[in-house]
């Protein structure tokens, strides 16, 4: 066998050659080979390494899966290799060279943008004033002049900072739920549910899941008062172990329209008028009015709206929904329909038409300032979370189409499964950095749940997105500490206004086999699979603008719910209809409203067309469907607000203890500590803030006075003891007001026998105007009496007493 020849002098065998030790450090071109690994040259040992990196992907094997029916149901996860060491993810060599800014090298498979929110809390105490840039500032006093009544310089780069920032610390608010509160607090799931869905807030029984909580008003601006008769916002932001999912919802479980495309025309006749921006936060006006009368789809969404509901006592005493319904999907692919209520353990309660006004002028922050008072006290607001899961052979047996928007599903159909309980227990440090920059998209999905095809949601899925780009100044808003994950973060997006993540190496995109094929696709057994089948999606069917026949069944739901109210929830209703209409200015809008109330209830629009002073009743309004299904619930007893009392007692209640001077103070200190002992939030309220003269123990201090504390601001009051104090309240017209409004509002008074005189000097009869005794005025004043208050005040108003117009 022949020798192979030697190499000629000067010339490297192929299998020996080396390359130049500078190219390892060229990043414009390179040899054929690749260097060779010098373990002393980091530059040649990372080239090597990505060199084998790269190697070892000779093709995407993945590809051929991207294909076909099958790999689109159940896709693979994408193919990985793992390098020889970090050195092939480095973007720099440099990157070991740390400083007190760059800090070292990126922790391995972390972002540490998504860590927890104490990374970004800041605490000022016992720190130096400085500017952004954190230079010291010797004088925050005045403006650098040339001279100290000379003109200010246009070098002073402080002031200029300060005043530059200080231009824009607003941001555009929402166009719709501007005026919020939020919270943070937990989800506590009570059993696994994952024969119905892998989704990781429902997984094992105990699993806590941290949230975010935003209730809003819909259409108030940002400024706008608490308690306008609207819709309320109930946002739930789940900060899974797989990501963010956000359940965005209202305290009204159906809604105006059925399609998204009618979205921007509800909005624009809801919010003020344009010619003049009157009314702010408020329905009560002629466009809103017209619109929804020409659009009979909206009735059942009406009589909601002009219910109590559209009033409530406050965020931790009403009820959640999601809405819509969506998909459980399960480990399998197997998929239920399921829609979500949130069920307040406070109880579902509401104010009185007369409150609310009164309240938005004494205290427009009512809600809010509620919210955050129980959680400072302890008395953590907290919701049972239940679900109503059906088939889509269910589905398709209702005589309602569940893609509907303006429907929802009788619990005596498909009752509400409890599955885990919401509790609020930390409220946010800082108002705009959480509450107001907190983003909420219902396309912020996990794996596990799933849309459905109502055409009302598609629109949201597409809009929220849109808005907080437009809002939040761009689309790195996931990266704002509230609106980041506690799941990791791993993509190829790069770049855009605001970025806050530094992301180590070259790779921004997918395949790749410099990054070693990371980050890769999860594949379908852990990353989110939407589900392929899809109601009444037939192969026949082509793409079309129009809505299945069971969405034009208008009022039936709507007569479901006006029939499954008492008698006085029915009277509220009406008085609603009669004053937002009474607002309008064109009389005829006014008639087809009536016109369309008869399809729902001939009594309803009895009443409200005598309100109107209208003396005929116009001919009903044309059905879409002559002829809709036969419905399967014709009352439900769990759409009235006095079917959820509650199961908390007098916890968070605001009870008024009313003093002057001459009040019994041992007693009323006795009563405070009583109702305190059982969770309620006693205030002694007298004619001014301060010390009262007490006729027995110690001087009362009174923390609200009748005029910065109305009547119609408590939920209970307590009247005193004491001849003096009783004769001063008696010629006190604030303070007989006070009790003029508890008792208009159905609220429980406890009446000591002396103190009956503030109710004679009031004009309040004991009995109610049958002879029977007024269950919300409790006689006495020892512990007996009071246990029987504290029992009247947990029903929350008494509305047997009430009569319209008010007797009072």
């Not at 329909?337 to 104010?351: A, C, E, Q």
């Not at 107001?436 to 949601?457: K, M, R, W, Y």
């Not at 739901?557 to 008085?575: D, G, M, N, R, W």
């Not at 303070?735 to 503030?758: I, N, S, W």
Request: glycine residues 8%.
């Amino acid at each position: 066998m022949a020798k192979s020849p030697k190499p000629a002098a000067g010339r490297a065998s192929p299998n020996r050659s080396r390359t130049n030790p500078a190219t390892a450090h060229h990043t414009d071109s390179g040899p054929a080979q690749g260097p060779a690994g010098d373990p002393a040259d980091p530059a040649a040992r990372q080239k090597a390494e990505v060199q084998a990196l790269v190697a070892g992907m000779p093709s995407n094997p993945t590809k051929p899966d991207e294909h076909g029916f099958a790999h689109g149901v159940a896709p693979k996860p994408g193919v990985q290799i793992a390098p020889a060491s970090r050195l092939p993810g480095a973007s720099t060599l440099s990157e070991a060279n740390a400083s007190d800014k760059t800090g070292g090298v990126a922790p391995e498979g972390a972002n540490p943008t998504v860590a927890p929110l104490d990374r970004v809390r800041v605490d000022a105490g016992g720190q130096r004033l400085t500017t952004n840039q954190g230079v010291p500032i010797a004088d925050n006093q005045n403006s650098l002049k040339y001279g100290v009544r000379g003109p200010v310089l246009l070098e002073d780069f402080i002031l200029r900072e300060k005043l530059t920032h200080f231009d824009h610390e607003r941001i555009p608010e929402r166009i719709v739920h501007a005026r919020g509160s939020g919270a943070h607090g937990f989800f506590e799931c009570y059993e696994p549910l994952t024969q119905y869905t892998r989704a990781a807030p429902f997984r094992e029984a105990g699993k806590t899941t941290p949230v975010f909580v935003r209730f809003s008003t819909v259409q108030g601006e940002r400024g706008s008062k608490d308690t306008a008769r609207d819709v309320r916002g109930f946002a739930v932001k789940f900060y899974t172990d797989e990501g963010n999912w956000d359940l965005v919802g209202n305290n009204i479980p159906v809604f105006f329209i059925q399609d998204a495309m009618k979205f921007p025309d509800l909005v624009h006749a809801v919010k003020p008028e344009p010619h003049h921006g009157m009314p702010q936060a408020g329905s009560a006006h002629d466009t809103f009015w017209d619109f929804v009368s020409l659009m009979p789809e909206s009735t059942h969404m009406l009589l909601w709206a002009m219910s109590d509901r559209a009033i409530p006592r406050s965020y931790a005493t009403m009820q959640g929904f999601g809405v819509h319904s969506y998909r459980f999907v399960n480990e399998d692919g197997a998929s239920v329909f399921v829609k979500f209520h949130w069920n307040p353990k406070y109880g579902t309660h509401s104010l009185v038409w007369d409150e609310a006004v009164k309240i938005s002028g004494a205290d427009p922050d009512y809600h809010r300032r509620d919210l955050w008072e129980r959680i400072e006290s302890g008395n953590y607001p907290e919701w049972e979370l239940g679900v109503q899961i059906f088939s889509e052979e269910d589905a398709e047996r209702f005589s309602f189409d569940i893609l509907d928007a303006t429907k929802l599903i009788p619990e005596e159909l498909v009752p509400v499964l409890p599955v885990g309980r919401m509790v609020l227990n930390r409220n946010p440090d800082n108002f705009f950095a959480e509450t107001e920059q907190v983003a909420f998209c219902t396309a912020h999905v996990v794996p596990g749940i799933d849309f459905s095809n109502d055409p009302l949601l598609a629109g949201r899925i597409h809009s929220y997105v849109d808005t907080q780009i437009s809002r939040l100044g761009g689309p790195n808003f996931h990266e704002i500490p509230i609106n980041a994950p506690i799941a990791p973060v791993h993509n190829n997006q790069r770049d855009g206004l605001h970025r806050q993540a530094i992301h180590r190496g070259r790779v921004a995109y997918e395949p790749n086999s410099l990054g070693g094929g990371c980050p890769f696709q999860a594949g379908a057994v852990q990353g989110f699979v939407s589900v392929p089948a899809r109601i009444a999606a037939k192969e026949e069917q082509g793409k079309v603008r129009a809505k299945p026949e069971k969405f034009a069944d208008h009022y039936t739901q709507a007569t479901l719910f006006y029939e499954s109210q008492t008698p006085v929830e029915q009277a509220h209703i009406a008085a609603a209809f009669r004053f937002e209409l009474s607002k309008l200015t064109v009389p005829a809008i006014r008639t087809r409203m009536v016109a369309s109330l008869r399809n729902v209830s001939e009594d309803l629009a009895r009443q409200v067309a005598q309100g109107l002073g209208l003396r005929e009743l116009p001919e009903p309004l044309p059905r879409a469907l002559p002829k809709p299904a036969k419905p399967e619930v014709r009352t439900s007893s769990a759409l009235s607000l006095l079917a959820r009392p509650g199961s908390v007692g007098i916890r968070a209640r605001q009870v008024a203890l009313l003093a002057a001077d001459g009040v019994d103070g041992a007693v009323l200190q006795a009563q405070a500590a009583a109702l305190a002992g059982q969770g309620a939030t006693p205030r002694t309220v007298g004619p001014h803030v301060g010390a009262l003269n007490a006729a027995q123990g110690e001087a009362v201090q009174a923390d609200a006075s009748f005029e910065n504390e109305p009547g119609f601001l408590f939920d209970a009051v307590v009247l005193p003891q004491g001849q003096d104090a009783i004769a001063a309240l008696a010629a006190n017209a604030l303070a007989l007001d006070f009790v003029k409004e508890q008792y208009r509002h159905g609220k429980t008074l406890l009446v000591p026998a002396d103190a009956r005189v503030l109710l004679e000097q009031a004009g309040i009869a004991w009995e109610l105007p049958d002879g029977s005794a007024d269950p919300g005025l409790v006689p006495g004043d020892g512990e007996a009496a009071l246990e029987l208050f504290a029992q009247a005040v947990a029903r929350h108003r008494h509305p047997e007493r009430e009569a319209d117009p008010p007797r009072v």
